[in-house]
């Protein structure tokens, strides 16, 4: 977690007029205003979603980590892990907090960063002189707008066509960090599957997923992902007695390598997705088949006094 040494942090009053913050479901909030208060001097903290809900909010895990993909998706924080051990980097940091003499961090640097998340203080500006909005400069990187923000009007960091100065450096968002729509449909999948804690997605089967999206609208693949709890097959009454429910089952297969998506699987599935869910599988009929069975000779048995 944190850092031991004690710091004091300032909620600002225009934080509450920001509109990614006011997005933000009432706990997204609580848990955005605790890293902001328990980070470092440089916006970092060693913390997942289990354990800022546990330690911190006493809150539900799942309603923490929905606030943690909202605050993502939205530029706010960044996630990312080292040697195993989870952490979070606050974008904006130095626009919510002004450090004299910050302290280097005890933590490692997150893998993809903008300059503007420790510039230095002569370059900071509070986040009421820049903006209300919180992440509006990572938000326009994700959607490719280049037309003129809210809170560029009258900046010196905005040119007059609305586009990003050269006094901001900006780097892009990695290209295995999920959208937020496509964080709708990864939650989806998680709460469809009965998955529970930090919810995460490989490069690999994100990719999958994008190439999905290219040919299916996300409702489809939303029927598809249902599919895959309607289905008893996946749901584990198989030879093998396993789940199949990871991405790579539901939109790929062996025969493309699990590379490529797999048309045939992925409507399969979304026809599963829009039946009523499947009550037992071909081996559980087959057990019920045979239940039945020794019931019918047992009553048979019964009535010749046997």
């Known amino acids: 977690m944190s850092g031991p040494r004690a710091r004091i942090r300032t909620i600002k009053p225009e934080m509450w007029l920001s509109p990614d913050f006011r997005s933000l479901t009432a706990i997204g909030q609580l848990a955005f205003i605790a890293l902001i208060s328990n980070a470092d001097d440089q916006g970092r903290m060693r913390i997942n979603p289990e354990q800022l809900a546990t330690i911190y909010l006493n809150q539900e895990t799942e309603a923490v980590a929905a606030g943690f993909v909202a605050m993502e998706s939205r530029g706010m924080i960044q996630r990312y892990t080292v040697a ?3 952490y979070v980097w606050i974008c ?8 004299d003499r ?3 961090s005890q933590y490692p640097e997150p893998p993809i ?3 503007v998340g420790e510039r230095s203080s002569k370059a900071r500006r509070s986040v009421g002189e820049r903006s209300t909005r919180i992440g509006s400069d990572q938000d326009r990187i994700r959607t490719g707008s280049e037309g003129k923000g809210e809170d560029q009007e009258g900046s010196p960091e905005g040119n007059p066509d609305g586009s990003l100065s050269s006094t901001r450096t900006l780097v892009p968002l990695s290209e295995n960090q999920p959208t937020y729509e496509e964080n709708k449909l990864i939650f989806y999948h998680a709460e469809v599957t009965g998955k529970t804690g930090t919810v995460l997605i490989e490069p690999a089967d994100l990719k999958l997923l994008r190439d999905a999206r290219k040919v299916y609208p996300d409702e489809d693949l939303k029927a598809a992902i249902l599919g895959l709890d309607h289905s008893a097959f996946q749901r584990g009454e198989n030879d093998n007695g396993k789940p199949y429910q990871g ?4 939109l790929s297969s062996k025969a493309k390598g ?10 399969t599935l979304r026809e599963f997705g829009r039946k009523p869910r499947q009550a037992i599988g071909r081996k559980g009929q087959e057990a019920q088949a045979a239940t039945e069975h020794l019931e019918r000779v047992a009553d048979q048995l019964r ?3 046997r």
Not at 92 to 99: L, T
Not at 259 to 265: A, G, R, V
């Open 303 to 305: 009535a010749e006094g």
């Open 247 to 250: 991405w790579r089952y539901l």
């Open 102 to 104: 910050p302290s280097p």
């Open 84 to 86: 195993g051990i989870d």
């Open 113 to 115: 960063r903008r300059s």
């Open 258 to 267: 699990w590379k490529h998506i797999d048309s045939n699987q992925i409507e």
């Open 92 to 99: 904006h940091f130095n626009d919510h907090q002004k450090v």
